[in-house]
């Protein structure tokens, strides 16, 4: 399932949404780059209920409300509650 609009590839749309075999995406903003591999791929994703993930990245800014994290944190900058890092 794909949506596109605008311009960028070369049949002249570029991809906005993309839910299955993300092959031929190139997104300078995400690695690897291209993508390869099924997934969701968006602009924007607004989820409801719980996301399990073994491994991955969040860059920008992260919003948690009522919950538990277990794990490690590794940052180069950035603030946690009332921590600095």
Not at 33 to 48: E, I, K, Q, T
Not at 58 to 76: E, K, L, Q
């Amino acid at each position: 399932m794909e949506a596109t609009g605008g311009s960028g590839n070369v049949s002249g749309s570029k991809t906005k949404v993309r839910l299955g075999n993300l092959s031929g995406i190139t997104d300078l903003n995400i690695s690897p780059n291209p993508l390869s591999g099924y997934g969701l791929y968006a602009d924007n994703v607004y989820l409801r209920g719980t996301v399990s993930a073994t491994e991955g990245t969040f860059s920008g800014t992260v919003y948690a409300r009522d919950g538990m994290f277990s794990g490690s944190i590794s940052s180069s900058a950035g603030q946690i509650a009332d921590w600095s890092i």
